[in-house]
């Protein structure tokens, strides 16, 4: 089975903070991608990264940056968090190189930023 | 710009009962996800439908893909309570960079004995 794994599920962290989330698949794909999930918005993507060192803005970019040093490891970065980056976070990976396929999620982690 | 809408946004069904949620969408895709989010856990894969016509079947959930009418649909027959949960469409967003996947707003399905 595919996993990916997002090494926080609760995070609480103070306005200002630098923030990394991390998240790590063990399937060998080649894409991953950051969403965050809002009541009422669905999911928006955040950045995608289709290859190591590569990375691509998704739909609301701002506030945030990414890092894929290695393939299977795809971090968030939240240089200076505030009170509306507090959020569900969902880390994905896909298997195709050309094109997405379906996505596999890790389980997430809830940041809150006070 | 792609624009995925479901319908109904909240659902609550008996058990034992049939009914449709709707995933509608703005302009040309020949892909489409379905996924279901149980309350605090993410989001888990359910159909992937590739071409038009296609149809999956999975016990009580069978969804079908129109890529002429950009529609797809997720038939639910005899409900059981074990199907609560919030479902997702995603469609393929070829415009985009290396494409990626739009979503609906969700469907939280509640199924009341």
């Known amino acids: 089975d595919v996993k990916v794994t997002q090494s926080s599920r609760y995070l609480v962290k103070r306005t200002g903070e630098k923030v990394f989330l991390e998240c790590v698949q063990d399937?060998?794909?080649?894409?991953m991608f950051w969403y965050r999930q809002d009541p009422g918005l669905g999911l928006r993507l955040i950045y995608f990264s289709y290859d190591v060192k590569m990375k691509e803005k998704g739909d609301i970019p701002e506030g945030y940056s990414v890092s894929r040093e290695k393939k299977e490891r795809f971090s968030l970065i939240l240089e200076s968090a505030s009170t509306n980056q507090t959020s569900m976070y969902l880390c994905a990976s896909s298997p195709l190189r050309m094109g997405i396929g379906e996505l596999f999620f890790g389980e997430g982690s809830r940041l809150t930023v006070l | 710009e792609l624009k995925v809408e479901q319908n109904p946004l909240f659902l609550s069904m008996q058990e034992g009962k049939n009914y449709t949620i709707y995933c509608n969408y703005s302009?040309?895709?020949?892909?489409l996800y379905w996924y279901r989010q149980d309350p605090g856990k993410s989001l888990e894969s359910l159909f992937v439908l590739l071409s038009n016509g296609a149809v999956k079947q999975e016990g009580r959930l069978m969804a079908s893909l129109d890529t002429k009418a950009r529609l797809s649909t997720l038939h639910i027959t005899a409900a059981v309570h074990d199907l609560s949960a919030t479902y997702f469409c995603?469609?393929?967003?070829?415009?985009?960079?290396?494409?990626?996947?739009?979503f609906g707003k969700g469907t939280k399905l509640s199924v009341k004995p």
């Open positions: 399937m060998d794909h080649e894409n």
């Open positions: 995603a469609v393929m967003n070829y415009g985009g960079s290396q494409g990626n996947l739009i």
């Open positions: 302009t040309t895709s020949d892909r």
